[in-house]
């Protein structure tokens, strides 16, 4: 009835309300310019819209800005003076709707309400019509959430239908008066779509990180190695020093050991001979010694070790390399950015 809200218990942010006074009062104020309803609707929802437009109301009627409002309450008894002057209970009309916060009246009223309940302004914006091309596969049944939303359809709200197959009554908004509308349900490619980029975005971080990490252990391998090679080299120095000195000592002594020869022989060429065959036997084993100097040095397995660190390592940067890149051109082919 016109200008007589009554609510069952109190409305605010911090009281535990009754639901079911919701929509009545969301309905009040929304009559009386105050309540903004959202783009789907007034619904049972406490929200904080309400509360905003109680405090609204409250602010332009020198009322406590409380957003309070107690069922014997002088908010109440405000928003039914309000109710009262502006929708009269019966003609003649003493006052004046104020038409700034009024809605422009229905055309005509329909022939058929939706529950057949007194009309009501539409609730939420009128529905843009499907168009014919765009009814295919299926879409969510939206009611207006109002109180006056007939039951079969209030039943459906949320559901999904297909186009092909209209369910009892039709589609939304082909019954008589019906404020339904079909929420096209989101593209399932395009939701795929979206979900793979979501995945691809953090296949791309995680692969970054690993790249990073990989680059500095490669960075520190590639490092080791340098290190590794340089004291190998010192190594290959220091062993063949050491096989210089020995010929040098095998030199001395083939000549010692000659002219000893040639002291018995008497033969200086015999003596060359002699000496020669014996020194290059001692060559020959310390070329073997020289290369057991460096084969079995710490150093070598040192470099061995840092030689196959350095390739592993490089091998996992070239594996988060290729990876990142396989995924930023998915990701760009996708169209994920943007
Ligand atoms: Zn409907």
């Known amino acids: 009835m016109q200008g007589s809200l009554t609510i069952n218990r109190t ?3 911090s009281h535990d309300l009754d639901l079911a006074d919701v929509i009545p009062v969301k309905t009040a104020l929304y009559r009386l310019g105050y309540y903004d309803p959202p783009a789907w609707g007034i619904t049972a929802d406490a929200d904080k819209r309400m509360i905003f437009a109680i405090k609204a109301f409250q602010a332009d009627h020198g009322l406590r800005q409380d957003g309070v409002m107690k069922p014997e309450g002088i908010t109440l008894r405000a928003i039914n003076d309000e109710l009262t002057s502006l929708f009269p209970p019966s003609p003649p009309r003493t006052t004046q709707p104020r038409k700034d916060l009024l809605l422009p009246p229905p055309a005509a009223e329909p022939e058929t309400r939706e529950r057949n309940q007194p009309y009501h302004p539409e609730s939420a914006p009128k529905a843009v019509p499907v168009k014919d091309e765009e009814k295919d596969g299926t879409y969510i049944w939206r009611t207006v959430g109002d109180g006056n939303v007939r039951s079969s359809h209030a039943a459906r709200d949320g559901q999904v239908f297909s186009w092909d197959h209209p369910p009892e009554g039709g589609h939304p908004g082909e019954a008589p008066n019906c ?8 593209d399932k490619k395009e939701k795929d779509r979206q979900k793979r980029c979501e995945n691809l975005g953090r296949l791309m971080a995680a692969a970054q990180a690993n790249l990073n990490n990989a680059s500095d252990r490669w960075n520190n391998a590639a490092q080791n190695l340098k290190t590794a090679k340089d004291n190998l080299d010192a190594k290959r120095l220091d062993c ?5 000195e020995a010929l040098t000592n095998i030199g001395a002594g083939a000549i010692v050991g000659g002219v000893t020869g040639g002291r018995i022989g008497g033969w200086p060429g015999a003596i060359g001979g002699a000496a020669y065959e014996g020194a290059s036997a001692a060559t020959a084993s310390l070329e073997r010694i020289y290369e057991a100097c460096i084969d079995d040095s710490t150093e ?6 840092a030689k196959q660190e350095e390739a592993s390592a490089y091998s996992w940067l070239e594996h988060y390399r290729t990876e990142l890149s396989t995924h930023r051109e998915e990701y760009e082919q996708l169209g994920c950015e943007g």
């Open 11 to 13: 409305i605010g942010m």
């Open 240 to 244: 063949a020093r050491a096989r210089d």
């Open 300 to 305: 070598m397995a040192a470099y061995n070790q």
């Open 179 to 186: 404020r339904c509308r079909a929420e096209p349900v989101e």
